[in-house]
């Protein structure tokens, strides 16, 4: 296989998350010191943009441009919730030979990993070169192969902070506290929660997460078990909760543009389930219910710094590996290796197919019960959201 | 007046703030280097601890355990929303008396104001000598007097920090997207989202506050105006708003322990929003709506590092004012002085009466028409919110 010459174009799919414009400036910047890339272009609003042939150049980007727009969450060429069919699939691949596209990088989710996929194989059948590479982000930590997501890190440190600052909040003030977390399929992000459990009393006092079945029946069990303990109860629910038939606890009737219920952008679950605590356990508890929305996934000015910097290297990977003559096409995948306790990251590259359609449930051995996650989990998590605060608590010491 | 000696005693109130433990620890630190305070002591949950002797020994906290509270939100002596009776206030006095407290600091909004003020004319008129005053906090910036309130800075960072990823959220997405801000009669919490408004078409593009009357006919005409401009739209609406005759935008039904309907710890009015801009605009339309709740004022590990600094200073500044032997009772606040263009606080004591009660609206001068805040707000805010992220955008160079 020859170092294959010719322009690069980069695109951005799917939910934002805060480091996703790191991976897009280790691109840029590795892309601009290898000779087989002449110039690099962006596609808006990512594979929309590819059809609309709305693309920008990315190579007259100033440096300093670029290291402010890394610091800034969610897509700086735009996002797009869009699967192209494989008559798009077609039509993108006549773009990429108009403009001599030989490098094609999608910064997405499993769905980007397969439009890749798909854009590959029609390549391959046309005999058309170009390098076909999917870099991963999602804030969900759902995609296989890789030990852990660009952009999971930062989202579950900020749950984790606001689990820790909610779970003082209820202390202050008791009652019964829902915290909606995002993760429609998959309940990493909401296991993050129990980064805020420091001391044996402190909430979340109920993890639930899609990879249980959950009940109200159970749930208000639960509440009940644990209010009784600790005069107050924080939960965690991922938003993605259904029952053991697979039917969600509530729906807002909503779809999205995938045809999927609509979870986020809503504070309903977390309505329905206060409401139903309230009337199962008691109409004069305090009960409220917080959905944290969006905000996990664009808060502005607070990311783990190891997320951050492992989103820039896999976009430098990517461009590696793509004008390293080797592999046509893949997506890139972080690795872990622990050595003397000290936690590293490794960078390499699978086959798109093995990223393509499925997803990584939570493991099974991070589930505890019904309703809780296993410590163990805290060995997988810690190193990914860097640092954390830590809560302080006076002695209560008798006068 | 002469130097009062006797013990301390420490309560604090009402809704959290992630300053709230750092005017604890002024309290604390400068009461122990004191004659005239001989053990300083916390009242668990405030005036109920007080009534119900559930206290704890401050003295005895070591400094490092101090210094960590300071940056942990929320009440570190535990929280109450209770505005006691005159019943409960004169038998707080006997407490008082029974542990010789001479010094009495409540830290909370106007509410604990009134509490103090309260006790304050039952200890003149029993004769009994006790130092009464009042540390402000509130993420409502509303109290009177006061330039800003401590608690106040850190939440506006908050505010503003969600809304630029947001609005990057929504460029990168477009769509509708409707953000619900704490504040319930004053939208000071609310206007600070302008702070994230850096290019002409960043959002938030609306901001409705309290202050000014709301329809839901004249919200669907600016949402749509916004929408047909920027292809998107982005909204601050504080939790507050309501009706030219005062009535409720909407209401869940559910009131607080104040008999006041509970606003925060639900989504409804969001999702309320929502759908009817769904409704009024077209149910193509892809609108979402957060609620930004607790994380307003508990989340952990972001803040301002000016309000921390000021929150601590004004617990020193009530200890020394207290102990000064020139006012007997008091609530301290924060005036602004600017020199060179440099912000500079200064920390006084006004009367417990003129805090008490009564609120303060978002100045008339910083309103601009019915749905945004007048750039001169942005004066007023900055130097309160400390250092902010700014977010990095691509020139979007043509090809």
Redesign the interface.
Known sequence: MSILKGNALIG?SG??T?VI?QSLVGLIQEAAGTDAIH?V??A?HGIAGVLAED????G??SNE?L???????????????KKPTREECEAALEVFKK?DIRYFFYIGGNDSAETAHILNELAVEQGYEVRLFHVPKTIDNDLRVTDHCPGYGSAAKFVA??F???N??N???PGI?IDVVMGRHAGWLTAASLL?REHADDGPHLIYVPEVDFTIDGFLGDVDRMYQKHGRCLVAVSEGVHGPGGEPIFS?GEVD?HGNVQL?????L??FL?AKVKDGLGKGL??????????Q??????YSEVDAAEAREVGRTAVRVATGGETPHGSIYIGRETEDGQYRATFNVTELKNVAKETRDLDAGFLAGTSDIDPSFLDYVRPLVGK????????????
């Open positions: 951005q939910g934002p805060c414009n110039r272009y962006g808006l693309f920008i150049d990315l007259k980007e441009t290291e402010k727009v890394a610091l800034t969450p969610c897509a700086a060429l735009r996002s797009v919730r403009h902070s606001a820790m600052g909610d003082q909040d202390r202050s003030l506290k805020a807002t543009s986020s952008g809503s504070g309903a977390g309505d206060a305090r009960v409220r219910a917080d959905t944290f929305g969006y905000l996934r664009s808060f502005a000015g607070y954390m605060p830590s809560a302080g608590r006076l002695s209560d010491f008798g006068i």
